[in-house]
């Protein structure tokens, strides 16, 4: 069973910078999606960025050019690199993975605030 353990995240003043880590366990198979979603109080949970075992990148517009994700394979470990962080990014970060042979896996979420 595959699992999932998030690290980073914390509080920053507006302009700042914070990275998050995302190191799996077990078996990604051949072909998988590691990702990053985020949930603000109050609202859904959206999509971040992805990044998946072939090499493809997503980022949603919001975020492009701030944030940044990337992949240790050897490592099995996603990083995201948030820059120039606004408020309105506050929310919990979750990690997300998902393998072409079983259901998506999910991080227990960390936390990120940005104050004005």
């Known amino acids: 069973q595959v699992q999932l353990v998030e690290s980073g995240g914390g509080s920053v003043q507006a302009g700042g910078s914070l990275s998050l880590a995302c190191t799996a366990s077990?078996?990604?198979?051949?072909?998988?999606?590691l990702g990053w979603y985020r949930q603000a109080p109050g609202k859904l949970r959206e999509l971040v960025a992805t990044?998946?075992?072939?090499?493809?990148?997503y980022e949603r517009d919001s975020v492009k050019g701030r944030f940044f994700i990337s992949r240790d394979s050897a490592k099995n470990t996603v990083y995201l690199q948030m820059n120039n962080l606004r408020p309105e990014d506050t929310g919990v970060y979750y990690c997300?993975?998902?393998?072409?042979?079983?259901?998506?896996?999910w991080g227990q979420g960390t936390q990120v605030t940005v104050f004005s």
């Open positions: 990044t998946t075992s072939g090499g493809s990148k």
């Open positions: 997300n993975l998902k393998v072409d042979y079983g259901p998506e896996v």
């Open positions: 077990g078996n990604l198979g051949l072909v998988n999606v």
